[in-house]
Structure formats: C-alpha cells, structure tokens
C-alpha cells in the first residue's frame, strides 16, 4: 500500500515539475510574440499616415469629377461615397492599431513580470511542502521500525502502538498525495489562466479588427456603381444631353475666346516682313550702281578724294533685321562735275 502511494506521489510531483518547467520555458516565446506585435503596431502607425493622405488625395480627385460639367458628376459622387468608407476604415485600423497597443502589448508585458513571480512562487511552495511531508513521513516511518523490532521480541504490549503508528504513515503518504494533487491543481489553472488571460487582451484587438472588416463589405455596392458608370466611356449619360439642351434659351454664360497666336507664328511674320525690306534695298542699290559707269562720273572717281562715312541703313529698314551688305560698307561721296579747258 504504502509503495503504490509513494509511486504516485512521485508521479504527481514529476508532472508538477513539468508544468512548472514548461511556463519557465514559455517567457522568450511570450516575449517574442510582444516585440513582433510592438513592430505590427509600428507598421499600423504608418499606414494609417499614408492611408489618409492617400484619402485626401483621392478626395480631390472625387472633388474633380464631381465638379465637371454634367459628363462624369455621376462618376464624383460615386468616388466621394468610395472615400468616406475608406475614411471609415482608416478610422477602424487607427482604433485597431490603438487596441493593440493598450490592451494587448502593454498589458501583456506587464503581466509577464507577474506570471514568473507566480511561478516562482508555486515551485518554492511545493519544494518547501512536499520536503516538510518526506520528513514527517520519514520520521513516523523511523518510529514504526523501532515498534516493529520490539514486537518481534515478544512484547505484546506494542502492539496497540505499533497498529496506530502504522496508521499514522498511511496517513502521511495519503496526505502527501492529496499535497501533490493540490500542487498540480495550482500548476495546471496557473498555466491555464495564462492563456485565458492572454485570451481576454487578445478579444478587444479581435473586436476591432472585425469591425475594421466590416466596414469593407460595403465597399461591394459602391464597386457595383462605379463599374456600371464606366461601362461605356464613349456614350454620355442622360445628364450631359440635358446640360446641352438646357444651354439652349440661357443667358449663355459660356464664351469662347480666340486664343492668342503662337510666338512662332509672329517670329515668323516679322522675318518675312524684313526680308521683303531687305530685298527693296538692294534693287535700289543697283539702280543707283547703273548711273555711276558714265565717263564724267569715272572721272570723278579718280579725280575727287574719296570722304569715308559711317555706315547707315535704309530709312525703311526693319529695326530687327540685321544690315544688308550695302548697309555694311561705307558710301563714297562725289564732288561736282569738273570739265577740262
């Protein structure tokens, strides 16, 4: 009787040192799922930044099409109703990524300082009771053997105390593993409360996120529009007819102005307008060339000192054409006509 309890007990005690041993073992694995949690919350943060600049951005876009006139309004209001819902979802992840961080990361590495104070403890405990069970055991056991020795001398007096003491170490052994038993207890609902713990931080985080998700079903409806809007983008819708026939009778409040010509165009008529100018000046200069081969005017040539000038340009000369070859010499002044004697 007494060995089946002491295997037990010893059985009992094995698989509490397990369990023990095992949430002393599980800290780098909590702590491991903290700092990849800390850098999902990381993460979050920043999507939730580009996500609503994203969303200004598109809003503008929506804004455009929604301030056309008539041919895509139907278009705009359908990408606004698009951007609210993607504004609630960003407002669903910023309370998602929140959640997180406060009733998930937070709390569970506050709690882990507790669960290996709580462990500690449980192992110190049961090392301390199950020590102080041996020795009472061990002791009453001792006690035992000495009654037994006198009883086999015939001394039938022991007896009586020799049954009470054999009683006592069945009770020792019975009350070590009720110990043992309890000790497990502790270890086992010690280590499911851990994770009932980690459950009740985890479901706020789990709320949010279905939330989160939520929301995107909507987007279905809002998908459905917009392909339906764009089917044909080369057929107007009834809107845009109505804009044109509603111009009919107005007070026409749209005007179409000329635009002005291009740089390119007007560079192009001043440089035709001088080469016409520049053309004139040459036929008068060989017109005026034509006159000047009679004798007296080659004798004048040769007889007068020729007066240098500086060059000069036609009085009709385009102020932005350059200076024809005969603006570009000087001009030779004749003296009058003098005959021989």
């Not at 056991?141 to 054999?166: E, F, H, M, V, Y």
Request: hydrophobic fraction near 30%; proline fraction near 6%; glycine fraction near 4%.
């Amino acid at each position: 009787m007494e060995a089946v309890i002491e295997k037990e007990c010893s059985a009992l005690g094995g698989l509490f040192q397990t369990i023990i041993s095992d949430m002393k073992g599980s800290y780098p694995v909590w702590e491991d799922f903290i700092n990849k949690a800390g850098k999902l919350q990381s993460q979050l943060r920043t999507t939730v930044v580009a996500a609503a600049a994203f969303l200004d951005a598109f809003q503008k876009v929506a804004d455009m099409a929604t301030n056309t006139r008539g041919g895509t309004r139907e278009i705009g209001s359908a990408l606004t109703r698009m951007c609210m819902r993607h504004r609630s979802i960003e407002t669903k992840l910023r309370q998602f990524s929140s959640a997180l961080i406060d009733c998930l990361i937070n709390p569970l590495q506050e709690q882990m300082e507790e669960w290996k104070k709580v462990a500690n403890q449980l192992d110190k405990d049961h090392t301390k009771e199950y020590k102080k069970a041996r020795q009472e055991i061990k002791k009453k056991s001792s006690d035992t053997l000495k009654l037994q020795k006198k009883a086999k001398k015939g001394r039938g007096d022991i007896q009586p105390q020799l049954d009470s003491a054999l009683q006592d170490v069945n009770d020792k052994y019975l009350l070590l593993e009720e110990t043992e038993k309890q000790a497990v207890r502790k270890a086992l609902i010690e280590e499911r409360g851990r994770f009932c713990t980690f459950i009740s931080m985890l479901r706020p985080v789990i709320e949010e996120e279905i939330s989160m998700l939520g929301e995107i079903t909507h987007l279905q409806t809002i998908s459905e529009d917009l392909k339906s809007l764009t089917m044909d983008p080369h057929k107007l819708p009834s809107s845009s007819e109505q804009v044109i026939l509603d111009l009919k009778g107005s007070d026409y409040s749209w005007s179409y102005q000329t635009p002005p010509s291009s740089p390119s165009t007007t560079m192009s008529r001043k440089s035709s307008v001088c080469s016409s100018l520049n053309s004139v000046n040459s036929s008068d200069s060989r017109s005026s060339g034509s006159h000047s081969h009679s004798p007296s005017s080659h004798y004048r040539y040769r007889s007068s000192p020729a007066a240098p000038t500086w060059p000069s340009r036609h009085p009709s000369a385009c102020p932005a054409c350059p200076p024809t070859t005969q603006d570009s010499f000087p001009r030779t002044l004749s003296s009058p006509s003098h005959h021989p004697p």
